[in-house]
């Protein structure tokens, strides 16, 4: 590395960015013989330029346009990313982006950079939780794009987060990974092509799960295929597709009516006894279009309000303008259909289930193997035993064994559906 317009590497970094500048365009210009290798001028060019980048960045650009007409058309967008490092953040807790750092912090919180396309997902987090502060959120809304990059640096409490994705797909640039809201639970695994997950489920057990693939199709298992691919379960895991295709603002649309009409069939579960909901689910196999029997039993607008409420504020599905159910017909009326369709209507399969439910001994292969926990001396705590596993309560909640593994659920019917699912899977399985 040769010595000119600045003698030591010290210097190089007190250097003021017109001093830098002169010094790259003179580096990049040179030829080779003033260096010892074509290899060292190509080093020194670089660190030149990182060093005015990230010390100087709107002085040094300004300082390269001013003395070379061909510094103008340098890109400084790419290279402003490529000497960040990405990484998966969120604010402590609630979704999860993708964005990138410079390893700097600010109060011991990491400082990050989005991309405009991430931005439009974090402000509207940022406004959720700005509890109705209107200065806070119009100084939200006026952070600006700079050099390609939205600056979420000094201010807030942002953290890097590793996601269990990220481990499975080494190769799978967490910078192009879109916003994943805090609801969805994360089922991806090595073996799959892309990662997956599971915003979620029916009340038998039933999985939605969306396969996120590869920004890039050249890096696809096919490439042809679509990157965004939206499916649900039935009764016995397998899958039918709801929504394929590249546009994450309908995919998540699509979830988010998913969402709505998984939550409104739970809570329709836990209101009604074993009985009821037998009888509900026979009812809608016949039940005309829009009808559903559970207005039989109960009041199911008031169970559909309830499940609106604790599903559409989700801030990367967002709300738009829908500020009451009334203003949001088309997005319940869909949920409505896909939960009596799918949900609320009895199959063989689902019927099978619901009898179990009822005396926990009607399905040979799911009969107990030994006695109610109940009465086993010492025990005092409620429980049925199974091929397949058992079911025990754990205070007020509610233990699955299955193998090696277990599982709490809040109610009994979750804690049901979740030992009949893997029941359902193993059986097919072997059909």
């Given at each position: 590395?040769?010595?000119?317009?600045?003698?030591?590497?010290?210097?190089?970094?007190?250097?003021?960015?017109?001093?830098?500048?002169?010094?790259?365009?003179?580096?990049?210009?040179?030829?080779?013989?003033?260096?010892?290798?074509?290899?060292?001028?190509?080093?020194?060019?670089?660190?030149?330029?990182?060093?005015?980048?990230?010390?100087?960045?709107?002085?040094?650009?300004?300082?390269?346009?001013?003395?070379?007409?061909?510094?103008?058309?340098?890109?400084?967008?790419?290279?402003?990313?490529?000497?960040?490092?990405?990484?998966?953040?969120?604010?402590?807790?609630?979704?999860?982006?993708?964005?990138?750092?410079?390893?700097?912090?600010?109060?011991?919180?990491l400082n990050i950079w989005v991309t405009p396309t991430t931005w439009p997902y974090v402000l509207a987090e940022l406004v959720a939780g700005a509890d109705g502060d209107t200065d806070l959120i119009?100084?939200?809304?006026?952070?600006?794009?700079?050099?390609?990059?939205?600056?979420?640096?000094?201010?807030?409490?942002?953290?890097?987060?590793?996601?269990?994705?990220?481990?499975?797909?080494?190769?799978?640039?967490?910078?192009?990974?879109?916003?994943?809201?805090?609801?969805?639970?994360?089922?991806?695994?090595?073996?799959?092509?892309?990662?997956?997950?599971?915003?979620?489920?029916?009340?038998?057990?039933?999985?939605?799960?969306?396969?996120?693939?590869?920004?890039?199709?050249?890096?696809?298992?096919?490439?042809?295929?679509?990157?965004?691919?939206?499916?649900?379960?039935?009764?016995?895991?397998?899958?039918?597709?709801?929504?394929?295709?590249?546009?994450?603002?309908?995919?998540?649309?699509?979830?988010?009516?998913?969402?709505?009409?998984?939550?409104?069939?739970?809570?329709?579960?836990?209101?009604?006894?074993?009985?009821?909901?037998?009888?509900?689910?026979?009812?809608?196999?016949?039940?005309?279009?829009?009808?559903?029997?559970?207005?039989?039993?109960?009041?199911?607008?008031?169970?559909?309000?309830?499940?609106?409420?604790?599903?559409?504020?989700?801030?990367?599905?967002?709300?738009?303008?829908?500020?009451?159910?009334?203003?949001?017909?088309?997005?319940?009326?869909?949920?409505?259909?896909?939960?009596?369709?799918?949900?609320?209507?009895?199959?063989?399969?689902?019927?099978?289930?619901?009898?179990?439910?009822?005396?926990?001994?009607?399905?040979?292969?799911?009969?107990?193997?030994?006695?109610?926990?109940?009465?086993?001396?010492?025990?005092?705590?409620?429980?049925?035993?199974?091929?397949?596993?058992?079911?025990?309560?754990?205070?007020?909640?509610?233990?699955?064994?299955?193998?090696?593994?277990?599982?709490?659920?809040?109610?009994?019917?979750?804690?049901?559906?979740?030992?009949?699912?893997?029941?359902?899977?193993?059986?097919?399985?072997?059909?």
């Open positions: 590395m040769r010595i000119r317009h600045i003698a030591t590497f010290a210097e190089t970094i007190r250097a003021t960015p017109l001093t830098l500048a002169r010094e790259y365009l003179s580096a990049r210009d040179a030829t080779v013989h003033e260096f010892l290798r074509e290899e060292d001028r190509a080093a020194y060019v670089d660190v030149l330029l990182a060093l005015g980048r990230f010390q100087h960045r709107d002085a040094f650009a300004s300082a390269l346009k001013d003395l070379d007409v061909t510094a103008g058309a340098l890109e400084l967008e790419p290279s402003l990313h490529s000497l960040m490092r990405p990484v998966a953040w969120s604010f402590g807790d609630g979704a999860t982006f993708a964005g990138y750092t410079d390893d700097t912090r600010w109060n011991g919180f119009e100084q939200y809304r006026r952070t600006a794009e700079v050099d390609g990059l939205v600056s979420l640096t000094h201010s807030l409490t942002t953290s890097e987060v590793t996601p269990k994705w990220a481990t499975f797909f080494v190769d799978y640039p967490i910078a192009t990974m879109v916003p994943i809201p805090q609801s969805w639970t994360d089922e991806s695994w090595r073996h799959e092509t892309a990662p997956s997950f599971g915003p979620c489920s029916g009340p038998l057990g039933e999985l939605a799960q969306i396969w996120i693939d590869y920004e890039d199709p050249a890096r696809r298992e096919i490439p042809e295929a679509t990157r965004f691919s939206f499916c649900r379960r039935d009764a016995i895991g397998e899958l039918t597709s709801v929504y394929a295709g590249d546009d994450y603002e309908e995919a998540v649309r699509h979830v988010a009516i998913e969402q709505l009409a998984c939550n409104f069939a739970h809570r329709l579960a836990r209101m009604l006894d074993p009985t009821e909901w037998q009888d509900m689910r026979l009812r809608n196999r016949t039940a005309g279009a829009g009808v559903c029997a559970s207005h039989d039993f109960l009041d199911a607008n008031m169970v559909m309000l309830d499940a609106w409420r604790a599903t559409r504020d989700d801030v990367i599905v967002g709300s738009g303008d829908a500020m009451t159910l009334a203003s949001d017909l088309d997005h319940v009326n869909a949920a409505w259909t896909v939960a009596t369709r799918h949900y609320l209507a009895s199959d063989d399969k689902g019927a099978r289930f619901d009898a179990w439910r009822l005396t926990g001994r009607s399905v040979p292969s799911l009969s107990a193997e030994g006695h109610d926990l109940a009465t086993i001396p010492p025990s005092d705590s409620a429980g049925r035993v199974y091929a397949v596993g058992f079911i025990e309560a754990a205070g007020s909640a509610w233990m699955v064994n299955v193998a090696n593994s277990s599982r709490s659920f809040d109610t009994l019917i979750d804690a049901e559906a979740h030992l009949w699912s893997v029941f359902a899977s193993a059986e097919s399985a072997h059909v």
